[in-house]
T-cell receptor, first 111, second 114 residues
């Protein structure tokens, strides 16, 4: 079993839709949870990170962590064509060790 | 302020050839990383350098060596390339080696080994 799993997609949605992207992880030692966005042929860039359980909001993006079910979510409101990218979740323990990336979900937002 | 730069952008090697991938950052970061990205596998850590003068193995170090030349530069060497090393290689840097320290990634090097 991979430590971090994601549905690879592709996921296609119409412009303006609410997008839900999800990851599951297996190691209960993970405390930090990150979401990266990667445009085609570019390096990943950090969107946001959360520590432990709970929600974090940044503009149109909301990250949610449920440690009891080992489930990580990223919600995108009012999705735009410019949100079309691959979204990678990542996890790490308290010491920044065991930084593990999921394989990514490819999202297409259609105008 | 260029961030993280990588050279070359593309490379084709024959099995058994050697090459060095170069990475430099201008953000005065202490920690630097080398990852490979393969379809369906996500990013996997090859080596990292928590600070100048130190290097440590990551998840998939076999077949690679690294050098932290100075605070700015961190190179990755393939001594005898194999087709299994065909991948996209990303260098990243962060202020420190903590999960809350944002990693900034370079644009990647696309390597094909024939």
């Amino acid at each position: 079993q991979k430590e971090v799993e994601q549905d690879p997609g592709p996921l296609s949605v119409p412009e303006g839709a609410i997008v839900s992207l999800n990851c599951t992880y297996s190691n209960s030692a993970f405390q930090y949870f990150m979401w990266y966005r990667q445009y085609s042929r570019k390096g990943p860039e950090l969107l946001m990170y959360t520590y432990s359980s709970g929600n974090k909001e940044d503009g149109r993006f909301t990250a949610q962590v449920d440690k009891s079910s080992k489930y990580i979510s990223l919600f995108i409101r009012d999705s735009q064509p410019s949100d079309s990218a691959t979204y990678l979740c990542a996890t790490a323990d308290n010491y920044g060790q065991n930084f593990v990336f999921g394989p990514g979900t490819r999202l297409s937002v259609l105008p | 302020n260029a961030g993280v730069t990588q050279t070359p952008k593309f490379q084709v090697l024959k099995t058994g050839q050697s090459m060095t991938l170069q990475c430099a950052q201008d953000m005065n970061h202490n920690s630097m990383y080398w990852y490979r990205q393969d379809p369906g596998m996500g990013l996997r850590l090859i080596y990292y350098s928590a600070s100048e003068g130190t290097t440590d193995k990551g998840e998939v170090p076999n077949g690679y060596n690294v050098s932290r030349l100075n605070k700015r530069e961190f190179s990755l060497r393939l001594e005898s390339a194999a087709p299994s090393q065909t991948s996209v290689y990303f260098c990243a840097s962060s202020e420190a080696q903590g999960a809350s320290d944002t990693q900034y990634f370079g644009p990647g090097t696309r390597l094909t080994v024939l």
